[in-house]
């Protein structure tokens, strides 16, 4: 297919974003924001003008409502023509490659620090969700516990553009699905004894789960998500004491300043949770 076909089709390029395509998808995303998901969000005054790196901790399987409405609410804010790219895993383009194109057409790229390092370049500002597959199906029981599986990639991209960290946080999107629980250790064990994984992909989770259209779902299927109250909070922005390149590689500080936003992210999360019961 050629190294353009590629680019286009595996989220190597910034040029894909498009904001005719975006403004086509404003009304129907209104119209889950209103009536559906009856989304509650505040702190946009926290957004500041300049670049900034978005960090957020989802709920509710591949459908991700709460990402998509906050989607909604920076374009309802911003406008399209704010520069934002949102950090994609890249097995989507691989699982379905249809989607993945017209997520890239509203701003997704493929999770590497390449391409985010560009986007900042660029001008653009960045939304990840570090927990990936594993906060996205993390069991009903920790659905309100901050979930980065451990990943620092986001706070060295940070420290290496010099950019605050905003936090995103959200409840009600762990009732569009009720994760029973994740069984990725025991399958991780059989793909070791020789079971092959689903398209040559290791799914990174593997979660059993009660919600639509499976009823009972086994494995990271796509879901479409049960009508749930979905609250959204954009939280004050994180700024670290330093900040440069030389300080990636500085574990101490990299894990300092990865337990000073997972802390206030928390501690924001435990806040939302006791208004919103």
Request: glycine share 8%; net charge positive.
């Amino acid at each position: 297919m050629g190294n353009k076909g590629k680019n286009k089709r595996e989220g190597w390029s910034l040029n894909q974003r498009d904001p005719q395509v975006i403004k086509s998808l404003m009304p129907l995303w209104q119209w889950f924001y209103r009536y559906y998901f009856r989304v509650k969000s505040d702190g946009w005054h926290h957004i500041p003008s300049e670049q900034i790196l978005l960090v957020g901790s989802h709920n509710g399987g591949l459908a991700t409502p709460d990402m998509f409405m906050t989607m909604y609410d920076w374009f309802r804010y911003f406008g399209t023509q704010r520069l934002i790219y949102g950090l994609m895993h890249r097995h989507v383009w691989k699982i379905n490659p249809d989607m993945a194109d017209l997520a890239v057409k509203t701003g997704a790229i493929v999770a590497h620090p390449k391409m985010a390092i560009a986007a900042f370049e660029k001008g653009a500002s960045v939304l990840v969700y570090p927990g990936g597959g594993s906060d996205v199906f993390r069991p009903h029981r920790d659905r309100y516990k901050i979930n980065f599986a451990g990943r620092r990639g986001f706070i060295k991209l940070a420290l290496r553009q010099k950019v605050p960290i905003v936090p995103i946080i959200s409840t009600g999107a762990h009732d569009t699905l009720f994760v029973l629980d994740d069984f990725y250790p025991l399958v991780k064990q059989l793909h070791e004894w020789g079971l092959p994984w689903f398209l040559d992909l290791d799914p990174e989770v593997f979660p059993i789960y009660l919600g639509l259209p499976w009823g009972l779902a086994i494995g990271p299927l796509p879901n479409f998500p049960l009508p749930a109250q979905i609250n959204l909070r954009i939280c004050p922005p994180i700024v670290f004491p330093r900040y440069g390149r030389e300080l990636i590689k500085d574990s101490s500080y990299v894990d300092e300043c990865y337990d000073q936003v997972y802390t206030q992210m928390q501690q924001e999360l435990d806040r939302l949770k006791e208004e919103t019961q």
